[in-house]
């Protein structure tokens, strides 16, 4: 009976590189109205990002 060797599994998966959220001015984002900008891309938050609703819509190019 012959048995085949398992690939061994490394511990731990490769550290990713953290994601650098762009941040905007907050004085300027203080400023910004969210109701005069409508996002039309669709987009949500990733799981790690900090900035609120109001912050996203305000750095956001596309909407």
């Not at 609120?52 to 956001?60: D, M």
Request: proline share 14%; with cysteine; hydrophobic share 30%.
């Amino acid at each position: 009976m012959s048995a085949k060797a398992r690939k061994s599994k490394p511990a731990q998966p490769p550290a990713e590189m953290p994601i650098e959220w762009p941040r905007a001015d907050p004085a300027e984002l203080a400023k910004f109205d969210p109701a005069s900008k409508v996002c039309n891309m669709n987009c949500g938050p990733h799981k790690n990002d900090p900035r609120s609703h109001a912050e996203r819509l305000f750095l956001c190019d596309d909407c």
